[in-house]
């Protein structure tokens, strides 16, 4: 089972780690940050729409860097790839036209743009003469950075005569010259073109039609490969008795197997060539984040059950019912950090949630305290073990069978046959006498015998006594005694104290009727009496006739 955990852990470390691989090598924005983004570029549009040009009037509205990409944006969005041939600077580039045609170079720029590229309408400029402080050219501006293979590559925008004397903002040609370039590294891939081509271009929640494709058969190859693997470690633990149960073989083939599943289908994604929208909803991990929050539940259930057949194989049965709050416990910390763990990934601050977790705690450990008293009792009445179940003993004033050790009070069965619930914060911090736990029983009394019995029969008893105590097997002798203790006010008395060897109550009571009865056989053969308190009262001369003739 060591062996097997160890495997598990194995595969939920490299599980993180490459999740913090991908997470620190990719430039995808967050589900968050999409949303938000696609609600700014909304508002910021319709602010457009009613703002009156800025720059030159041209028909296609590329007077500032701002108005000629959302333009060229416009233009692409509705497939007319003619238009935006007009936002492009097609001049002095190191190929020719024959070679990428105008329609082919935006259809690059647009899939470069979907997968890759990050653009902030606030920080364009929508000045006629752009930014003037970026540190470039004044006829450049930068649109935003793509982080490459070979480094950094800035999309530029670049101020060009329009022929007419009029300057207006197009893609700089030094970007359109490195459209090829990084089509190779963004782009679709040749699979990815020829199923482009293949299929209509329709676009669904941020993929293509060949993209969902794709990722069915990404799925498929998904399922199968995670189906054959679990099966073929299911069959190796097969051979081990104590891997064998049918709980393990249920968490191999459910949680197990979906996190495999999980694994390989995030291995394969990036085949389809996502777009930032699609790589900002699988980025978010919810699919690989609730496999490993199912393998975790599994392994504490697996834990559990392991601790619990130990703890029954050792007689320890009472001990399981603590195992039921530390698995639900477990869970709840797992499920909070799984839930924070999935937010950070959407985008969320996680610690506004902290600090609400932090309050909220608070106040529930202040509402629970009692309850929290009960349990933390209760765990130490099951570790230390002061009583079992069915143990007869007695707390304080109270005598009787432990009947059950819940998790908040233990039940105590009196001799009168009620149930009495003390709690376990009081009942593990009290003295407990544990009468069960005797491996033998005391019997304790005193023999009164007259003033009129002489010396020799005094001896005579206590000799026919100690060979009873000798003769008898359910006495133990060596502790035992009887010893003529005192001269009382009415008697001479004689202490017996005799071990019966029973920790059984009931039988006790039995052997304890027999020394009685021995006692008064002895008592009978040495013709002695026990003798009672009397006491004598004088009264003056003339009372008891007064109180007869009354």
Known sequence: MSRFFKSVSLVLILTFCSGIVSATETVAPTLKDVAEKQKTEEELIKKLSEEPQLGPRDEFNRGTPRSSILALSQAVREQDFKRAENYLDLRNLPFSKEQFDAPDLIRKLHIIAKRVLNVDLEDLSNDPLGHQ????????????SIKTKNGNVDIMMQRVPRGDGVYIWKVSNATVALLPQLYEEFGYGPIGDKLSAYFPQYTV??????????????????????????????LITKYSEKLSQSRLQSFIRGP??????????????????????????FESRTLITFAIYWVLLGIIDLIVYRFAERMRRNGQEGGVVLLRPAALGAKIVVAMFTALYWFDNLGYEVTTLLAGLGVGGIAIALAAQKSLENLIGSIMIYTSHPVRVGDFCK??????????????????RTLARTVVHIPNAMFSSEEIENLTQRDKILYRTRLRLSYEVPPDKVRGVLEK?????????????????????????YAQELELFAYIKTSDFAQYLEYRENVNLMLVDIFSVMDVKLTLPAHTTHMPDGVLADMVAD
């Open 133 to 144: 402080n970026d540190g470039l050219p004044s006829y450049r501006d930068r649109v935003t």
């Open 205 to 234: 929640l941020g993929l293509e039609i060949w993209q969902w494709v794709m990722l069915a058969g990404i799925v498929l190859i998904s399922l199968v490969g995670a189906y054959v693997l679990t099966f073929i470690f299911g």
């Open 256 to 281: 197990l197997r979906f996190l495999i599943f999980a694994i390989l289908f995030r291995a394969m994604f990036d085949q389809i060539s996502p777009t930032l929208v699609a790589r900002a909803v």
């Open 395 to 412: 707390f304080k004033t109270t005598v009787g069978t432990v009947e059950e050790i819940g998790l908040r009070s233990t039940q105590l």
């Open 465 to 489: 006594i100690r060979e009873m105590i000798n003769d008898e097997a359910f006495i133990d002798d060596e502790n035992s005694r009887v010893r003529f203790l005192e001269f009382g006010k």
